[in-house]
């Protein structure tokens, strides 16, 4: 049977209405229209947000809220900083320069990291969530909000995982470098006066079963005295794991013999994140799960820096990144997927001491 021009413009209005790309004028015999699936409109499965969402997990890994951050990393690109002095000296006649300016560039890159997961509504039918489900055939998660939020969580959990740890990456590897790898590669005589981290050898897991007041304040005066002297006063942070800043906690309470307890200020966080350490009141003791036992590759180190002096390196500027939920109707099922890039390294090693 013939449709009537009536029909074929009824016909042409429903899939334009549809479509998310035309690519054709009509004409009575011919209709086209792309099917390619509009996103925006798979409500309440998360794509909106998207954006929003993988800022907040590479944003949100404790450490990368403290320190300084480059964006518009495609691949491989440049930290760029730059050093003077006063050029300051007795007053002569004439044109006497004698201060320096030096820019100096250091390479840095960025790896590529995805996460993806399949997802089946359906499959809740077997637990008490399916409580909240709709009647019927489900495409539609109860808890898309909750689950996305929690998967945010965990990626940032795990990119502080990397930048603390001990593994080597690459543009194209697993993961990027660690500090764990990044900070004790930049110790030795080969290293220039500019990059050259300081270190103290020190029992951190001897310190957690025993460790002493005596012990602590020792070691912390030590690592302040390998920093540059016009730093010192500086506001520096020292990177802990949350078992040692719980340690540091009590010895410090406790104190020596008769001397009574010190009060630590804990910033109205009871203590379980930071601290200021006493009498050193410029120093804030921060602990971060990158440098925890939870770490698969975990480093038995604390480090005392600058926050500002580490720089958490990532891209989103670019097409490549995505943090996506949505229901695929073509294949039934729930597709989670997240991409970006992502890496880590310092200006100034001289800023840089650790103990390990």
């Keep these: 049977m013939r449709l009537t021009n009536d029909e074929i413009k009824s016909v042409f209005e429903s899939a334009r209405a549809h479509k998310s790309i035309w690519s054709t ?4 015999d011919l209709v086209k229209s792309d099917f ?11 794509n909106a947000e998207g954006q929003t969402l993988l800022s907040a997990a590479i944003i949100g890994a404790p450490t990368r809220k403290l320190i ?4 518009g990393c495609k691949h491989i690109d440049e930290l760029k900083y730059v050093n003077t002095s006063s050029g300051l000296q007795k007053y002569a006649k004439g044109w006497n320069p004698v201060g320096v300016t030096t820019i100096t560039v250091k390479d840095i890159s960025v790896t590529p990291m995805m996460s993806q997961e399949l997802l089946y509504p359906e499959d809740l039918n077997d637990y008490s969530t399916q409580l909240s489900l709709q009647p019927g055939f489900n495409t539609e998660l ?3 909000t909750l689950y996305s939020e929690l998967k945010a969580k965990y990626i940032a959990r795990d990119i502080e995982f990397y930048d603390w740890g001990t593994q080597t990456g690459s543009t194209s590897g697993d993961s990027w470098t660690g500090l764990g790898n990044l900070l004790p590669a930049s110790i030795g005589t080969g290293i220039t006066a500019t990059d050259r981290v300081t270190t ?3 029992s951190w897991a001897t310190f957690l079963t025993g460790g002493t007041y005596t012990d602590l304040m020792s070691i912390q005066a030590t690592m302040i005295s390998k920093l540059p002297e016009a730093i010192q006063g500086e506001k520096l942070t020292w ?12 010895v410090l309470r406790d104190g020596p013999t008769g001397s009574g307890n010190f009060h630590i200020d804990v ?4 203590g379980t994140t930071s601290f200021a350490f006493p009498a050193y009141t410029n120093l804030n003791v921060v602990g971060t799960p990158g440098l925890s036992s939870e770490n698969p590759n975990a480093w038995v180190a604390t480090v005392i820096t600058p926050a500002y ?23 039934e099922r729930g597709q989670f997927s997240c991409h970006f890039k992502a890496g880590i390294n310092f200006y100034f090693g001289s800023y840089i001491t650790y103990s390990a």
Excluded: C, H
């Design 267 to 270: 910033n109205n966080n009871d």
């Design 142 to 144: 109860p808890f898309e």
């Design 200 to 202: 103290t050898s020190f």
């Design 36 to 46: 390619t699936l509009n996103l925006t409109s798979l409500s309440p499965w998360t």
């Design 309 to 331: 002096n580490l720089v958490g390196l990532d891209d989103l500027m670019g097409e490549f990144e995505k943090f996506s939920l949505m229901w695929n109707p073509y294949e």
């Design 239 to 250: 990177f802990v794991s949350p078992a040692i800043l719980r340690k540091m906690l009590a």
């Design 25 to 28: 004028e009509f004409k009575q």
């Design 68 to 71: 300084s951050r480059q964006d």
